[in-house]
């Protein structure tokens, strides 16, 4: 470059990525004033960004006509001058309601950086909610089996673990919520023992209050089972009826005489207590679907999930996906209310070079984590105390070493096995197995989920 040139980049054009950095900026610069107009103890303000994505503030009432309007409209035009097309334009960009509920209307939101007064709403189109995390239950141990790529085996160790646990003489109760792509239960019951009906069709019901019709008739006994029981809902009955048309519509929210709205993941949580007290099993296991789609969202973080095992295949696919996920309930601050529950699943691991195939899988799971889920490590400092060299700040926090077994992010494994591979009858397959083959795949997988059920028993 010439000398006394000077180079000139353009202003990056704000698109929808620029926007919570933006609004990040606004809040730093107009701390004070920001503060200073939300000084009742209940004021709120709600950065709201539409289905759209076109963002603008909500606003208490008692602001609307007050002599602090004109501050107010001041803050909101500075804020729109950099948002671009993802503005609101003038006259419009503030929004009045006359409490922070009504003006939330269930949508995601989280608190801003430092402030206690000053939420991000996010209205999606659809109701998936990645940011409301569940408190876990306190009863049946409920295991979430989820993928972020479909075809990882995920199904096939579900039912091997149903079928061990059982064996163990645990009751199982086992749900395909795998809607879009549902397969579990055949593979778990012979076509005769298929009940009448399955979730969809309660989900559908119960949207005109008919769903004790169907309560009664969508759960069937395995026969896999010899010492425990596996009993199983499907995602359809024996007969799947107009089953397209019910799907599109399984996600409803049902709308209460009284007027109250009930989201589709709430019907489902009600409908899984009703099933928990029918059958009272000792564990509860759900096949999720796979990817960052609407029902494994429910699975994930609105059933109160007690473990949530991720399946993964090395690969840029499953890590970005993950990474994804992570930074979402980062951004949301809700990462601390889920970490704990997350446990990785090696995918069908090779047979040919196990071990570093593992070792790969371990240091991307790890680098995942290390960037988004573990607490920072503080540095560690050198100093003399008493004459002598110390090591202090040691680590503090919830992270772990990327060689800890016991960590979350180190998989736990589900061997390939030619015996899995490509079967036409999982079912047939299942019916002739026994323990050692069983424990010889899906060992350490059934193993950690058996500990993890019985350390809830014993706690
Ligand atoms: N341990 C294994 N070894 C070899 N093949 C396996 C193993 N587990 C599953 N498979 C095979 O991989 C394929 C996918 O398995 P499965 O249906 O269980 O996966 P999934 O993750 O549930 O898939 P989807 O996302 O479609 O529900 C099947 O053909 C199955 O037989
Ligand atoms: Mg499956």
């Excluded at 069709?201 to 169907?214: A, K, Q, S, T």
């Excluded at 089953?243 to 709430?266: F, H, Q």
């Excluded at 840029?316 to 990474?323: A, F, I, K, P, S």
Aim: one cysteine or more; hydrophobic letters at 40%.
């Amino acid at each position: 470059m010439r000398k006394g040139l000077v180079a000139q980049f353009p202003e990056p054009i704000p698109t929808f990525d620029l926007i919570l950095p933006t609004v990040r900026n606004w809040l730093q610069t107009h701390t004070g004033s920001l503060n200073d107009l939300l000084s009742n103890e209940d004021d709120w303000l709600l950065v709201n960004r539409d289905l759209n994505g076109r963002v603008r503030l909500i606003l208490p009432e008692r602001f609307e006509e007050s002599e602090l309007c004109g501050r107010w409209d001041l803050l909101a035009s500075r804020l729109m001058q950099c948002l671009g097309k993802h503005a609101y334009p003038q006259k419009t960009e503030i929004l009045f309601e006359a409490n922070r509920e009504q003006a939330l209307q269930g949508a995601t939101s989280y608190l801003l950086d430092g402030f206690t007064k000053v939420w991000m709403v996010d209205r999606l189109a659809t109701e998936a909610n990645w940011a409301r995390i569940e408190a876990e239950t306190e009863n049946v141990s409920r295991v979430v089996f989820f993928s972020i790529k479909g075809g990882v085996g995920r199904s096939t160790a579900l039912a091997a673990t149903a079928w061990r646990l059982a064996q163990d003489g645990k009751r199982v109760l086992v749900l395909d919520l795998d809607l879009e792509s549902p397969g579990l239960s055949s593979a778990l019951l012979p076509s005769e023992r298929q009940p009448m009906y399955g979730i969809t069709d309660w989900l559908i019901e119960d949207l005109v209050g008919n769903g004790d019709v169907v309560f009664e008739s969508m759960v069937a006994t395995s026969n896999l089972s010899h010492d425990g029981e596996i009993h199983v809902v499907p995602a359809h009955g024996a007969d799947h009826g107009e089953y397209i048309a019910k799907l599109g519509r399984v996600w409803m929210p049902k709308l209460n005489e009284d007027g109250t709205r009930e989201t589709w993941s709430s019907r489902l949580s009600r409908l899984l207590q009703n099933l928990e007290e029918r059958i009272q099993p000792d564990v509860l296991l759900i096949d999720s679907r796979s990817g960052i789609d609407e029902i494994a969202s429910a699975c994930i973080t609105e059933l109160g999930a007690n473990l949530i095992l991720l399946f993964s295949l090395e690969g840029e696919q499953t890590w970005n996906g993950y990474r994804m996920l992570f930074e979402q309930w980062q951004r949301a601050g809700v990462a601390q209310q889920i970490r704990e529950r997350l446990q990785v699943v090696g995918a069908i691991v090779p047979e040919l070079d196990r071990v570093e195939y593992l070792a790969g899988l371990r240091e991307h799971s790890y680098e995942v984590f290390v960037d988004t889920l573990y607490d920072e490590i503080a540095p560690i400092e050198v100093g003399e105390v008493d004459g002598a060299w110390r090591v202090g700040g040691l680590s503090e926090g919830w992270n772990f070493d990327e060689a800890d077994e016991t960590s979350p992010h180190h998989p736990w494994a589900v061997n390939w096995h030619r015996s899995f591979a490509g079967l036409l009858s999982l079912q047939g397959r299942l019916a002739a197995i026994d323990s050692q083959e069983v424990e010889s795949v899906f060992g350490a997988l059934i193993n950690g989920v058996s500990n993890a059920v019985d350390g809830r028993d014993t706690a």
